[in-house]
């Protein structure tokens, strides 16, 4: 096996078309958001024979209480095929010389950039072979929450729209209708000076549910990036000609997915734009012939306290099923990582996680 950069755009879109992973956090778009951000990044091609086996998107993470290598939702290769005998000390695995030569790379590429640890946050199912896996290479569990979802809620939209509307939950095909009968005026938009209309009300958003916002120039950055390929559109929701639900929405990996989303406390608590919004949503991706929906990130089973319980619960009223990733993995390679590890862990006590 080796490990190579990719520089070449279409090599790595198109093991990506073939690879087809449930992300967009291994995208060369993705990639290229990283670096307006101003991470240092690296696209990794594993080789076989010649021939790409595998990729991996990693970039680098300086921070005060120590720099490291993260690999979001990476790397791209077939998790599925794992077989751990329970009576064998080393694990039978079809990937596992990829995985271990991009082990070994990450390993002496984060001591080049003197990094104190290579973090992965794959999307290896959450299994104990897949522990075993990673434990053999020397990886432990982060101590961090998440950095990215590490459960997420996947709708087949590969069937006939009354299919999918007759799987839903009544309470969600009834806001649905409500919306219409209402009506709430559904736009799209590819154009990125349409970024400040979704921004204004992302703002809004994210003081109400007390998260951190990113910048606006970074998200117009962003959807000006992935709109290049025809591969993000922003919704919005109108009533009474007045915004009152936003989403921006990626499309990639024969996939669509629910990057940002946005609204305001309505003075007509009744009004469900939100849900007719996601509808809308649905059927774009139906026109352009995607098979799934990926609502994204929710809240873990039987968290009632968690802050993403209400948004799971509206997720998960369209139907579908969720799918459990293993939780982030790092490689510790110096002693300065032990730092991170304290004020991770520390932080992760205080949100009662």
């Known amino acids: 096996m080796e490990i190579k950069e990719i520089i070449d755009e279409k090599s790595w879109q198109d093991f990506e078309k073939v690879c087809a992973p449930h992300t967009f956090l291994q995208t060369w778009e993705w990639g290229a958001a990283q670096e307006l951000l101003g991470h240092k990044i690296f696209r990794l091609g594993i080789y076989g024979n010649g021939k790409i086996q595998g990729t991996a998107f990693a970039y680098k993470i300086s921070a005060r209480r120590g720099s490291f290598l993260f690999c979001p939702h990476g790397p ?4 599925k095929c794992s077989e751990f005998p329970r009576d064998s000390k080393e694990a ?3 990937n596992f010389d990829n995985f271990r030569a991009l082990a070994g790379y990450l ?5 080049s950039e003197r990094v104190g640890f290579v973090r992965i946050s794959s999307l290896a199912p959450d299994n104990d072979d897949m522990k075993k896996l990673f434990r053999d290479f020397g990886f432990i569990s982060a101590p961090v929450h998440m950095m990215h979802p590490e459960n997420a809620w996947i709708l087949d939209i590969d069937r006939q729209e009354e299919e999918i509307i007759g799987a839903m939950k009544k309470r969600t095909r ?18 990125p000076a349409d970024v400040r209309l979704f921004y ?7 003081r109400r549910q007390k998260f951190v916002p990113f910048s606006e120039s970074y998200i117009r950055r962003e959807f000006e990036i992935f709109r290049k390929n025809n591969k993000a559109l922003m919704f919005f929701a109108y009533h009474n000609d007045r915004l009152i639900s936003a989403a921006v929405i990626i499309f990639s990996s024969r996939m669509a997915f629910y990057h940002h989303g946005a609204s ?3 003075d007509n608590s009744g009004l469900t734009a939100s849900e007719l919004l996601q509808w809308n949503v649905i059927l774009e991706a139906r026109r352009r012939g995607l098979k799934s929906y990926n609502f994204w990130g929710i809240a873990p089973e039987n968290c009632p306290k968690h802050p993403w319980h209400g948004l799971t619960t509206f997720k998960k009223g369209f139907g579908g099923y969720p799918e459990n990733y293993l939780h982030a993995q ?7 990582y032990w730092l991170n590890y304290v004020v991770e862990t520390v932080r992760r006590w205080r949100r009662g996680y």
């Not at 791209?76 to 998790?79: A, E, P």
């Not at 390993?107 to 001591?111: A, D, S, T």
């Not at 204004?200 to 994210?206: F, G, H, K, P």
């Open 76 to 79: 791209s290769i077939d998790w």
């Open 92 to 94: 039978k695995y079809e």
């Open 107 to 111: 390993c002496e590429l984060g001591k």
């Open 174 to 191: 009834y806001s649905i209708r409500k919306a219409e009968k209402d009506g709430i005026r559904i736009t799209t938009s590819a154009n």
């Open 200 to 206: 204004e009300m992302y703002l809004e958003t994210a």
């Open 264 to 266: 305001i406390r309505s």
């Open 330 to 336: 790092d490689l510790v390679i110096s002693p300065k």
